[in-house]
């Protein structure tokens, strides 16, 4: 992408609404454009993110065999009447009449939905278990939207969903979804820890809440000092095999969220060096429900024995578009955002010092497809911007990499290579950059 053609509008000046880095950068940055309160439009920049995070999070939940599906936005209240909840949600379901006075609403989640969807059609033990997901939109209207895309009103969920015929298998799905999860942030360069959450009226201990350490996340948190650096389990693993001890491990020390949280246990469970409080976003959430939505809603199986019983259920939901700000939350500096590899809009930023001059565009065509054929996605800066101006920006926008190609270098047969995260710069031949850069 050449930068003249892209749409990049940054800001010089800090957005006074902007209460946090991460709102601040994105819109410095020119990634996203606040529509209405907690509602935004994702600009060519910030889009290019999501799509990379979206597909992070596809490909680990496909690897640990969840199938995706999309379900729509809008969605009947009678479905929400089945389970009870369209009058318990209150204020925060965005309701809506279409030209027939059908009372429809804007999903801010999709429960009821996937379990008539299974309902229709599973009937017996051997179908399953399934874990089904989709990466859609939602709309909660929350009552104080903030810190942009961290809580907004509409946002990008992935939301799955397990079905088992007991409560051993739904238990095996929660693991995968576990194990999954782990992975999935520790791709983006994030260090998640699972840490127990409210189970609410339904009991039992089988919820976990994500959770990015960062300063200025919502919730308050409580753990182990050692969970933070357990490094993911990877995903060289048998995901139909036992993955209890992986979980196991991973939930042995104290972890939980200020709800669950128990100031005694936490002390008897913890040494005082190693009692970690501070502050996080949640990333995600996972959740084991039982029968709650299978029994109002009449979703059964036949188990072996011919009986048939309510499905066990759980859902499994990740933040998309709020992990946007806890990437850029958990790494930046004072000069803009520093992407991980993995999610970065781009992955290097060729600086074209002197546009117009025949031998530096000649040598910067020469990068761009050379990164291209090595199946690399190059920005070029081919602007007539001061070079300050241009530094500047790559900075913000926060390229892994910057190649830096003046007419001095270009005589001498050499460009600048800089790594954006540690801020090294090296002065070298073209074709060991390309090399540094490839990797
Ligand atoms: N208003 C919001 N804006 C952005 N992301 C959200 C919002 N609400 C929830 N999420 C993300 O979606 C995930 C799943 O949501 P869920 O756990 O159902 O929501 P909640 O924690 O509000 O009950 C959360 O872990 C969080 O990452
Ligand atoms: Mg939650």
Same mark, same amino acid.
């Given at each position: 992408?050449?930068?003249?053609?892209?749409?990049?509008?940054?800001?010089?000046?800090?957005?006074?609404?902007?209460?946090?880095?991460?709102?601040?950068?994105?819109?410095?940055?020119?990634?996203?454009?606040?529509?209405?309160?907690?509602?935004?439009?994702?600009?060519?920049?910030?889009?290019?993110?999501?799509?990379?995070?979206?597909?992070?999070?596809?490909?680990?939940?496909?690897?640990?065999?969840?199938?995706?599906?999309?379900?729509?936005?809008?969605?009947?209240?009678?479905?929400?009447?089945?389970?009870?909840?369209?009058?318990?949600?209150?204020?925060?379901?965005?309701?809506?009449?279409?030209?027939?006075?059908?009372?429809?609403?804007?999903?801010?989640?999709?429960?009821?939905?996937?379990?008539?969807?299974?309902?229709?059609?599973?009937?017996?033990?051997?179908?399953?278990?399934?874990?089904?997901?989709?990466?859609?939109?939602?709309?909660?209207?929350?009552?104080?939207?903030?810190?942009?895309?961290?809580?907004?009103?509409?946002?990008?969920?992935?939301?799955?969903?397990?079905?088992?015929?007991?409560?051993?298998?739904?238990?095996?799905?929660?693991?995968?979804?576990?194990?999954?999860?782990?992975?999935?942030?520790?791709?983006?360069?994030?260090?998640?820890?699972?840490?127990?959450?409210?189970?609410?009226?339904?009991?039992?201990?089988?919820?976990?809440?994500?959770?990015?350490?960062?300063?200025?996340?919502?919730?308050?948190?409580?753990?182990?000092?050692?969970?933070?650096?357990?490094?993911?389990?990877?995903?060289?693993?048998?995901?139909?095999?036992?993955?209890?001890?992986?979980?196991?491990?991973?939930?042995?020390?104290?972890?939980?969220?200020?709800?669950?949280?128990?100031?005694?246990?936490?002390?008897?469970?913890?040494?005082?060096?190693?009692?970690?409080?501070?502050?996080?976003?949640?990333?995600?959430?996972?959740?084991?429900?039982?029968?709650?939505?299978?029994?109002?809603?009449?979703?059964?199986?036949?188990?072996?024995?011919?009986?048939?019983?309510?499905?066990?259920?759980?859902?499994?939901?990740?933040?998309?578009?709020?992990?946007?700000?806890?990437?850029?939350?958990?790494?930046?500096?004072?000069?803009?955002?520093?992407?991980?590899?993995?999610?970065?809009?781009?992955?290097?930023?060729?600086?074209?010092?002197?546009?117009?001059?025949?031998?530096?565009?000649?040598?910067?065509?020469?990068?761009?497809?050379?990164?291209?054929?090595?199946?690399?996605?190059?920005?070029?800066?081919?602007?007539?911007?001061?070079?300050?101006?241009?530094?500047?920006?790559?900075?913000?926008?926060?390229?892994?990499?910057?190649?830096?190609?003046?007419?001095?270098?270009? !005589?001498?047969?050499?460009?600048?290579?800089?790594?954006?995260?540690?801020?090294?710069?090296?002065?070298?031949?073209?074709?060991?950059?390309? !090399?540094?850069?490839?990797?």
């Amino acid at each position: 992408m050449r930068l003249s053609r892209f749409f990049l509008p940054v800001l010089k000046e800090n957005p006074s609404e902007a209460q946090i880095v991460s709102h601040r950068l994105m819109l410095r940055a020119g990634m996203i454009r606040q529509e209405a309160a907690g509602i935004y439009a994702w600009l060519p920049l910030g889009f290019r993110v999501l799509k990379k995070i979206e597909q992070i999070v596809r490909e680990e939940m496909d690897r640990a065999g969840a199938v995706e599906l999309l379900m729509p936005t809008l969605q009947l209240a009678d479905l929400w009447r089945e389970s009870g909840r369209y009058d318990d949600y209150g204020q925060e379901m965005l309701r809506i009449r279409d030209r027939h006075e059908r009372e429809m609403l804007y999903g801010p989640t999709n429960e009821e939905m996937i379990t008539e969807i299974v309902r229709a059609s599973v009937r017996s033990y051997k179908d399953l278990p399934k874990i089904l997901y989709h990466i859609q939109w939602k709309f909660r209207d929350e009552q104080r939207p903030r810190f942009g895309v961290m809580r907004g009103r509409e946002f990008l969920m992935k939301d799955a969903y397990g079905f088992d015929v007991d409560e051993a298998g739904a238990v095996r799905s929660y693991n995968k979804m576990f194990v999954a999860y782990l992975n999935l942030f520790d791709r983006m360069g994030l260090k998640a820890v699972p840490m127990r959450a409210d189970t609410g009226p339904i009991g039992g201990d089988l919820s976990h809440e994500f959770i990015i350490l960062a300063e200025t996340g919502e919730s308050a948190v409580f753990c182990h000092k050692d969970l933070v650096d357990m490094p993911a389990p990877g995903i060289d693993l048998d995901w139909d095999g036992d993955l209890q001890p992986l979980v196991d491990a991973r939930t042995r020390l104290y972890a939980a969220t200020e709800e669950m949280h128990d100031q005694k246990r936490f002390e008897a469970e913890a040494p005082e060096d190693k009692r970690l409080s501070a502050r996080g976003i949640e990333v995600g959430h996972i959740f084991f429900f039982g029968e709650k939505y299978s029994k109002a809603m009449k979703a059964n199986v036949a188990g072996p024995d011919g009986v048939e019983r309510p499905i066990q259920m759980g859902s499994y939901g990740v933040g998309v578009s709020r992990l946007l700000g806890a990437i850029i939350e958990a790494s930046h500096d004072d000069a803009g955002i520093i992407w991980p590899d993995s999610v970065a809009p781009f992955d290097v930023g060729i600086i074209n010092m002197r546009p117009g001059d025949a031998a530096v565009d000649a040598v910067c065509a020469e990068a761009y497809s050379a990164l291209k054929a090595a199946g690399k996605d190059p920005l070029l800066d081919d602007t007539a911007e001061r070079a300050g101006a241009k530094f500047a920006t790559m900075d913000l926008i926060g390229l892994p990499w910057q190649l830096v190609v003046g007419p001095k270098g270009v !005589a001498d047969g050499v460009v600048e290579l800089k790594r954006r995260a540690t801020g090294e710069r090296r002065t070298l031949p073209m074709t060991e950059a390309l !090399a540094a850069i490839a990797g």
